[in-house]
């Protein structure tokens, strides 16, 4: 079946604009997390979604923001945009939020901030 | 959860088996061991996990110390292809799908 999907794959943008980033998880998992990547702070979680509601969000500003939507496709905004944003950003999907189950990422949007 | 120490870069040769450590210490009883993979520009790629018993699949075996402070990742045959960083995770019961990521290690297959 078809892995985790995230679009668009690279972007690049200015300080200031804003960006919307999107990830179609494996049919069937509604659970949706993201994370950031950057080569100094390495892999850090900005949130997670179920059913459409945020169960958990990292220490990111409010810049930083998500939403899910029914069919468990999800999209991440970043607004106001500064150059510390550049980063890799990874979509994770996985059946539910129970603790055994195994995170499934896409390859990312690698996103550069001039 | 519990945080992960992990050496920052370990060599193996082509062929022989990777040893690859983590300490978990502070790990409470209700937490599993997870090792992710992540190939250079990829996202990260689930290997193996477990709780205390000694785990094993088709990529890698677990071992975890009685104590559960410690385990150790074993990829039996490693080849170029596991040239990768590994990330050692203790993940909770009421965590959800938040992973906390430490530094992991970089292991360099060598032909």
């Known amino acids: 079946k078809a892995g985790v999907t995230q679009t668009p794959r690279y972007l690049i943008k200015t300080r200031g604009q804003q960006v919307t980033l999107s990830c179609s998880p494996i049919?069937?998992?509604?659970?949706v997390s993201w994370y950031q990547q950057t080569p100094g702070q390495g892999l850090q979680f900005l949130f997670e979604y179920f059913s459409e509601t945020q169960r958990n969000k990292g220490n990111f500003p409010g810049r930083f923001s998500g939403r899910q939507f029914s069919n468990s496709r999800s999209e991440m905004n970043v607004s106001t945009l500064e150059l510390g944003d550049s980063a890799l950003y990874l979509c994770?999907?996985?059946?539910?939020?129970?603790?055994?189950?195994?995170?499934?990422f896409g390859e990312g949007s690698r996103l550069t901030v001039l | 959860d519990a945080k992960t120490t992990q050496p920052p870069s370990m060599d193996c040769a082509e062929g022989r088996a990777a040893n690859l450590p983590c300490n978990h210490s502070?790990?409470?009883?209700?937490?599993?061991v997870y090792w992710y993979r992540q190939i250079h520009s990829q996202g990260p790629q689930y290997i193996i996990h477990g709780l205390k018993n000694n785990e094993t699949n088709e990529m890698a075996s677990l071992i975890i110390t009685e104590d559960r402070k410690s385990s150790t990742l074993i990829l039996p045959h490693a080849t170029l292809r596991d040239t990768a960083v590994y990330y050692c995770i203790v993940r909770g019961s009421n965590a959800g799908n938040m992973l906390t990521f430490g530094g992991g290690t970089r292991l360099m297959v060598k032909p």
């Open positions: 049919s069937g998992h509604r659970s």
């Open positions: 502070t790990i409470s009883g209700n937490e599993y």
């Open positions: 994770a999907s996985s059946i539910d939020l129970a603790s055994t189950g195994e995170l499934f």
